[in-house]
Nanobody
Framework: QVQLVESGGGLVQAGGSLRLSCAAS????????MGWYRQAPGKQRELVAS???????NYADSVKGRFTISRGNAKNTVYLQMNSLKPEDTAVYYC??????????????WGQGTQVTVSS
């Protein structure tokens, strides 16, 4: 059993900042990569940022220079620092982890989502 628990969403004015956190727990053997996706109403879920075990990061063009993804020291946590937020960043943000448990092969796991709303 694996759980991804997100926190840090909320309402912020345009130009403001938020920091999202996600912690993975359970029978985890190894984590290959973690990331953040978002889904706005009426739109498909899209990748925001990801980070692999080696620390390499990948960002959507729309957030480059504004968002920063990082891993915690325990490596089972991931953070998304969001600065200079825009109304178009409004969405439900989902934590994702590609990991292997002691009982299963590598697979994708998802958090429950946290709402980020940016007012103009």
């Amino acid at each position: 059993q694996v759980q991804l628990v997100e926190s840090g969403g909320g309402l912020v004015q345009a130009g403001g900042s938020l920091r999202l956190s996600c912690a993975a727990s359970g029978s985890i053997f190894s984590i290959n990569a973690m990331g953040w996706y978002r889904q706005a109403p009426g739109k498909q879920r899209e990748l925001v940022a990801s980070i692999n075990g080696g620390g390499s990061t990948n960002y959507a063009d729309s957030v480059k220079g504004r968002f920063t993804i990082s891993r915690g020291n325990a490596k089972n946590t991931v953070y998304l620092q969001m600065n200079s937020l825009k109304p178009e960043d409004t969405a439900v943000y989902y934590c994702n982890a590609e990991l292997q448990t002691y009982y299963t092969l590598r697979a994708d796991y998802w958090g429950q989502g946290t709402q980020v709303t940016v007012s103009s």
